[in-house]
């Protein structure tokens, strides 16, 4: 489901937020393990991480680190290239593992404790590891239902605003999704219905959903680049589905990828089909170059940082002194009551409740 581009294009050419895939990052990339140069620090990450240049350069002048960054594929390939390197990393800190592959991570031991400076900063209904602090939050945003103005108008129908909507004949044959099995917003989305359904309800849902024609593909990309009709991309490759999951960010990312840019964006967001996503940084255990991947994670938490993020990876800060952009805020979308669940009781039933799923939309 990756899919790497440079920041020079319209939104059509990048995907959004937590997991997924992109803005090519500023350092230079690794391809070796890293940081045996105590002036080295190597950054393991998914292909989704993103800085400005000046930000990046500002951390290396002040700290006296140069930054390498070894990307290395989605979240899920990601985490599992560091699993299967335990104890010998590829690099000294990671960042990109999210609430839904938290507990996989911490239960296999990748990283090694540290309190991050400024961490009381950051938000505690984001640290999911307190009082161990292994990992420490990043960022934060929401899987959700999008959604095509512009079709909605032209058939003067009512957009979705809840997961039950969705199952609802006036949608029929309306949404696409990711494959939950293959992509970060696919399985978020599984996750956010498990939530609002309940442990013996969410199944029973998804043979609404099937039956109500719902279209699953491969990952993000495809889905919202080529089947949804709502964004740029979409709209050149034919697309005919009006509904899509992907995130909350995507209204302001589709306005501010436009040239010129819109007044509103042209995408909405069924705030009822929402799942929130936290995403975490830490020191890898054994990192050969712990006091390096310390600094890189308090920079991370940085008020500069976190300032710069919403428009370079398109997700939300999670420290209360940080302030989004204008031109972020202008076209967000605020979620209220997202889904949500504990990173335990994913990992006790992400490979069923996958399985199951799989089963459904196969049938």
């Not at 140069?37 to 002040?62: G, I, Q, R």
């Not at 609002?196 to 990952?219: E, F, I, P, T």
């Not at 995130?247 to 995408?267: F, G, K, L, N, R």
């Not at 255990?285 to 500069?304: H, M, P, Q, T, Y």
């Amino acid at each position: 489901m990756s899919k790497k581009t440079k920041a020079t294009t319209t939104y059509t050419a990048v995907a959004v937020g937590l997991g997924l895939v992109v803005l090519s990052a500023c350092g230079s990339q690794s391809s070796g393990s890293g940081g045996s140069d105590s002036k080295t620090v190597t950054l393991v990450s998914h292909d989704s991480w993103a800085v400005s240049k000046n930000v990046l350069k500002d951390f290396e002048k002040k700290s006296g680190y140069q930054v390498k960054v070894l990307e290395d594929g989605d979240a899920g390939q990601a985490v599992n290239k560091a699993i299967l390197s335990k104890g010998n990393p590829q690099g000294d800190v990671f960042f990109g593992v999210d609430n839904t592959l938290l507990s996989r991570a911490l239960d296999n031991g990748i990283f090694a404790s540290y309190k991050a400076k400024g961490l009381e900063d950051v938000e505690s209904r984001y640290r999911l590891d307190a009082g161990k602090d292994r990992v420490t939050p990043v960022d934060t945003g929401d899987i959700c239902v999008n959604y095509d103005k512009k079709y909605f108008a032209e058939h003067k129908l009512t957009p979705p605003a809840s997961f039950a909507d969705l199952a609802k004949p006036a949608y029929k044959n309306l949404l696409v999704t990711e494959d939950a099995a293959t992509s970060s917003p696919g399985l978020g989305f599984l996750l956010g219905s498990a939530a609002s359904y309940g442990d013996d309800g969410w199944q029973a849902y998804w043979n609404k959903l099937v039956d109500n024609g719902v279209k699953v593909v491969s990952g993000w990309d495809q889905a919202y680049n080529e089947e949804f009709s709502g964004s740029a991309g979409g709209k050149k490759a034919g697309g005919e589905r009006p509904l899509v999951v992907s995130y909350a960010s995507s209204p302001p990312a589709e306005a501010i990828y436009s040239d010129p840019q819109p007044a509103t964006s042209p995408v909405g967001v069924a705030t009822g089909t929402c799942f929130r996503q936290v995403e975490f940084a830490g020191v890898l255990d054994g990192a050969k170059n712990e006091k390096g991947a310390r600094a890189f994670v308090d920079f991370l938490i940085s008020k500069e940082f976190q300032q710069d993020m919403p428009l370079n990876m398109f997700v939300d800060p999670v420290t209360k002194s940080a302030v989004a952009p204008a031109d972020y805020k202008k076209y967000a979308v605020k979620v209220d009551s997202p889904e949500t669940m504990s990173p335990r009781k994913i990992a006790d039933n992400r490979d069923d409740w996958v399985k199951s799923w799989t089963s459904i939309v196969r049938k």
